[in-house]
C-alpha cells in the first residue's frame, strides 16, 4: 500500500469574485486507496464530501460524507469534473452507485446533470423571505436534513437557502447540489441559488427528466495526504 496519496482540494460553487464555495477532497488515485480506508479517510479530513476517482478514464468515482458513503451528490461531482478536465483526461461523463452523471462546460461553468430521485432524503423547507433563511440555527439539522429556502426573487427564479445535514455528520453544508437538483426538479423551473455564507448555483430541468445542477470551481490546495496505516 502506497504511503501518501495526493490530495486536492478545492471549493465548488464559489461567487462570481471567486470567494466562498464548498470544500471538496478530491484523491485522482483513488484506486491505490483501500476501500475500507476510506471512510475514516473523509472523517480525518472533514469536509462535506470527499471523493476518490476510481479510474480517470471512464470516470468511475466514489463519494465520502465524514459519517457515511453516499450514492450521488452534487458538488462532488461538479468539482471532480471539472479537476478532471483541469488534468487532462475529462471522461464524457462520471459514473457514480447513482448511476451516470452528464458533464458540460459553459465558459467558467461546469455542470453535471442527474436524475432528482438520487438526491438523498430533503426536507426542503420553504420560509417567508431571505431574512428568516439567514436567522435559523444550525442545530435544527441534529439527525436531518432541513434545507431552508425563500424566494429573493421569484420573477427571476432567485433563491436563498441554507442547508443542514446532520445525519451526515456536517453542521452546515456551504453549497448543496443535490438539493439544488431537488428542488429545482420541484419548481419545476431554472434557478439561482444563494446558499450559505454566499456561495453560487444554477439550476435548470432539461426535457429528459434530469436536472442540471453547475457553478465555479477554484483549487485551493494540492499535497500529499498519508494514508492510514502506512
Known amino acids: 500500500m502506497a504511503a501518501s496519496s495526493t490530495l486536492h482540494v478545492l471549493r465548488v460553487f464559489t461567487a462570481a469574485d471567486g470567494a466562498h464555495g464548498n470544500r471538496l477532497g478530491v484523491f485522482l488515485d483513488g484506486a491505490a486507496?483501500?476501500?475500507?480506508?476510506?471512510?475514516?479517510?473523509?472523517?480525518?479530513?472533514?469536509?462535506?464530501?470527499?471523493v476518490f476517482v476510481d479510474d480517470r478514464h471512464d470516470g468511475t468515482i466514489r463519494i465520502f460524507?465524514?459519517?457515511?458513503?453516499?450514492?450521488?451528490?452534487?458538488?462532488?461531482?461538479?468539482?471532480?469534473?471539472?479537476?478532471?478536465?483541469?488534468?487532462?483526461?475529462?471522461?464524457?461523463?462520471?459514473?457514480?452507485?447513482?448511476?451516470?452523471?452528464?458533464?458540460?462546460r459553459e465558459g467558467e461553468l461546469t455542470f453535471v446533470s442527474a436524475r432528482p430521485e438520487w438526491a438523498p432524503a430533503i426536507d426542503y423547507r420553504q420560509l417567508g423571505d431571505p431574512g428568516e433563511v439567514d436567522a435559523a440555527d444550525p442545530a435544527i439539522g441534529e439527525g436531518g436534513f432541513p434545507y431552508l429556502w425563500a424566494w429573493s426573487d421569484e420573477a427571476a427564479g432567485e433563491v436563498r437557502s441554507r442547508s443542514f445535514p446532520g445525519a451526515w455528520g456536517i453542521l452546515e453544508d456551504e453549497a448543496t447540489g443535490a438539493a439544488a437538483v431537488g428542488l429545482c426538479a420541484r419548481l419545476g423551473r431554472p434557478l439561482t441559488i444563494r446558499q450559505g455564507r454566499g456561495s453560487l448555483l444554477h439550476a435548470?430541468?432539461?426535457?429528459?427528466?434530469?436536472v442540471e445542477v453547475g457553478g465555479a470551481v477554484a483549487l485551493d490546495e494540492r499535497r500529499e495526504y498519508r494514508l492510514p496505516n502506512s
Open 33 to 50: 486507496v483501500p476501500p475500507d480506508e476510506r471512510q475514516r479517510i473523509a472523517a480525518d479530513l472533514g469536509y462535506s464530501e470527499t
Open 65 to 104: 460524507t465524514p459519517a457515511a458513503e453516499i450514492e450521488f451528490a452534487g458538488h462532488p461531482t461538479v468539482g471532480t469534473a471539472w479537476l478532471l478536465e483541469r488534468e487532462g483526461g475529462a471522461p464524457a461523463a462520471l459514473r457514480t452507485p447513482a448511476g451516470t452523471v452528464g458533464i458540460r
Open 204 to 210: 435548470r430541468p432539461l426535457e429528459d427528466g434530469t
